[in-house]
């Protein structure tokens, strides 16, 4: 077995997450476990959507913009 851990900029769109998973599928034969931690950016912007919604701003359109970044 082997753990491989991808976060931040590794998993920071749609080519690093091509990247990665090429990575994984190079390591098959040693069942990797694979954790995958918040894509770069999103933390802070989670802690960014936090204040401004704790200060009754327009959260709302954050968390579009987020949701986008997903998408």
């Known amino acids: 077995m082997i753990v491989?851990?991808?976060?931040?900029t590794s998993v920071g769109g749609a080519e690093p997450?091509?990247?990665?998973?090429?990575i994984v599928k190079g390591c098959m034969g040693r069942r990797?476990?694979?954790?995958?931690?918040?894509?770069?950016?999103?933390t802070d912007r989670l802690f960014m959507?936090?204040?401004?919604?704790?200060d009754g701003g327009d959260w709302e359109?954050?968390?579009?913009a987020l949701r986008a970044t997903h998408d």
């Open 4 to 8: 491989l851990k991808f976060g931040g």
């Open 17 to 22: 997450i091509r990247r990665v998973g090429n």
């Open 32 to 42: 990797p476990l694979v954790l995958v931690s918040a894509v770069g950016g999103v």
């Open 49 to 54: 959507l936090r204040s401004i919604a704790l």
């Open 61 to 64: 359109g954050h968390l579009d």
